[in-house]
């Protein structure tokens, strides 16, 4: 029997000082897979702003261009650098919907969490955090245990639904945290449901 | 972040930005100068114009007495920097003064600052303000690339928008409506499985 996806969250991030790395979380019937997408990186961003701002002035000076159009230019330029240094930024192309489970599992970066080494489970949005926090525990073979925490950032578009309902931004991120937390109870078998927590 | 988004927006900036640039190779516009003319030397300001328009130059000595300055052609320029001899379209001798001209054609021209014969070995001073009302071709070309870029990334950007949205929805689709999206089961074996979202 083959292994069933079962829903789809969309842009789970965890942060590093210097990276962001965007996942998108399927959870199958058996697992989680965390499956990468693209990383963005504020150093190569900064970069790409002061190359942009080195170009503009550069230009500026080149051209010999009269009035404001030096400053146009140069902040054009510091907007377009970050924009250019994205292409530089690894990433996935993912097709969530053709591509089966063990696929996404094979694909450079994916996180692969069967249910079966799942220890713990927290879903929260905890004080001065504006995103909810995805906590997951599991076991490792060698007999540890590691916890892996994610931010839960939904869809811009979904979250501009939301607020146009006239839901505060906590209420929105809340009720994300709660369809989440259904997600997982919906996925989780039963005997995997039972012994692990999905809080709060 | 969907790459035609992405498109789209790289294409509006770049229209914005090419639109800036043309305005302001268009529009009439005005360029202050705030020169030190060396002593025994001489000073140019070089500009370009598309077609035949008319340009002035308003100048204030600061220091250093009379200057003279010329409106010259690109070939009355060349011939000025090879023999020394200035000939030109407009002259004017005087502390301050007006220079206005229509120019013949499109092209390049300069605009030439020098001492006065007997003050040739003074520093001058001079405030100068160009007014010019014709294409700058420099402006014009740059903001014209600039729309250009715009229209068609714009254009690519959009038609795979619209590849994108003809197709159907997928689950990453879905959950930009819906937050969280669930996948639809599987088919029986032996029937035709529809997209998931």
């Not at chain 1, 926090?133 to 490792?140: F, G, H, M, P, T």
């Not at chain 2, 300055?69 to 379209?89: C, E, I, K, N």
């Not at chain 2, 014209?144 to 715009?150: D, K, R």
Request: with cysteine; aromatic share 10%.
């Amino acid at each position: 029997m083959t292994e069933a996806k079962v829903a789809f969250i969309p842009r789970v991030v965890g942060s590093t000082r210097a990276t962001d790395r965007f996942y998108g979380l399927v959870l199958t019937d058996t697992r989680a897979l965390l499956v990468f997408e693209w990383a963005f990186n504020r150093v190569l961003s900064l970069a790409g702003m002061f190359g942009g701002l080195a170009c503009g002035v550069v230009l500026a000076i080149v051209l010999n261009a009269p009035g404001t159009t030096p400053v146009y230019l140069v902040l054009g330029l510091m907007i377009l650098g970050p924009l250019v240094a994205r292409v530089f930024m690894p990433r996935n192309k993912v097709d969530y919907d053709a591509m089966t489970a063990e696929g996404l599992a094979r694909l450079q970066g994916t996180i692969d969490i069967p249910y079966a080494s799942l220890v713990n489970l927290s879903i929260e949005r905890p004080n001065r955090r504006v995103f909810p926090r995805l906590r997951l525990e599991r076991a490792e073979a060698s007999g540890g245990r590691t916890t892996l925490a994610f931010a839960l950032r939904p869809e811009p578009a979904w979250f501009r639904a939301r607020r146009r309902e006239g839901l505060k931004p906590t209420a929105v991120h809340e009720a994300y945290a709660a369809d989440v937390r259904k997600a997982f109870t919906t996925a989780l078998p039963p005997e995997v449901a039972s012994r692990v927590r999905v809080s709060p | 972040m969907r790459s035609d988004r992405a498109l789209i927006g790289i294409a509006a900036f770049a229209l914005v930005f090419g639109l800036s640039w043309l305005a302001s190779g268009i529009a009439p516009h005005s360029t202050d100068h705030n020169l030190d003319v060396p002593a025994g030397d001489y000073y140019h300001i070089d500009f370009a114009y598309l077609y035949a328009a008319p340009v002035s130059a308003t100048y204030q000595v600061t220091a250093g007495g009379p200057a003279r300055v010329y409106l010259m052609t690109d070939a009355q320029y060349s011939a000025f920097t090879t023999t020394g001899t200035a000939t030109d379209l407009v002259y004017s001798n005087a502390s301050s003064g007006t220079l206005s001209a229509d120019l013949p054609s499109g092209g390049t021209y300069h605009l030439v600052i020098r001492h006065e014969v007997g003050a040739l070995n003074t520093v001058l001073g001079i405030d100068v303000t160009m007014n010019y009302s014709s294409i700058s071709p420099t402006n014009f070309g740059i903001g014209f690339a600039g729309l250009l870029i715009g229209v068609v990334l714009g254009g690519i950007g959009l038609r795979r928008r619209a590849k994108r949205l003809a197709q159907p929805a997928s689950v990453v689709d879905a959950a930009e409506s819906q937050g969280v999206a669930y996948f639809r089961p599987p088919p029986p074996p032996g029937q035709g499985g529809g997209p998931n979202g």
